[in-house]
C-alpha cells in the first residue's frame, strides 16, 4: 500500500505565497506519473497541476500559469506545489495523487489511483 501525506497548507493573503509538500511512503512503485488537484466548497474537484516521472515535463491548468509550479524529488519521494501571487479563488482543499501505472500524467482525475488525505489552502482578500 502506499500512502501520500500533503503538507504545508494554511491562511495566507492574498498576493502571498504558500509551498505545499507530498510525501511518498509504503509499497514503492517505478516512475509514477503525479499531479495536484482541488477541491472548493461547492464545486468539483479539478486539476491543477501535473508532472512526469522524471521531472522534465510539467502541465498546468490554465488558471495557475505562471504563478504556482510544480517539482518533484524522486530521491525523497516528495513532490512540491510552489503557489505565488496566490488570490482568493484558490482558495480548496488540495490532494496530491499518483498514477502507478503511467509516466507521463493524464489531467483526468480518474486515472489517479493514490490520493492524499488533502490539505486546507485559504486565501484571504
Known amino acids: 500500500q502506499v500512502q501520500l501525506v500533503e503538507s504545508g497548507g494554511g491562511l495566507v493573503q492574498a498576493g502571498g505565497s504558500l509551498r505545499l509538500s507530498c510525501a511518498a511512503s509504503?509499497?514503492?512503485?517505478?516512475?509514477?506519473?503525479m499531479g495536484w488537484f482541488r477541491q472548493a466548497p461547492g464545486k468539483e474537484r479539478e486539476f491543477v497541476a501535473a508532472?512526469?516521472?522524471?521531472?522534465?515535463?510539467?502541465y498546468y491548468a490554465d488558471s495557475v500559469k505562471g504563478r504556482l509550479a510544480i517539482s518533484r524529488d524522486n530521491a525523497k519521494n516528495t513532490m512540491y506545489l510552489q503557489m505565488n501571487s496566490l488570490k482568493p479563488e484558490d482558495t480548496a482543499v488540495y490532494y496530491c495523487?499518483?498514477?502507478?501505472?503511467?509516466?507521463?500524467?493524464?489531467?483526468?482525475?480518474?486515472?489517479?489511483?493514490?490520493w492524499g488525505q488533502g490539505t486546507q489552502v485559504t486565501v484571504s482578500s
Open positions: 508532472i512526469k516521472w522524471s521531472g522534465t515535463s510539467t
Open positions: 495523487a499518483a498514477d502507478s501505472r503511467r509516466f507521463t500524467p493524464l489531467l483526468d482525475d480518474s486515472k489517479y489511483d493514490y
Open positions: 509504503g509499497r514503492t512503485f517505478s516512475r509514477p506519473a
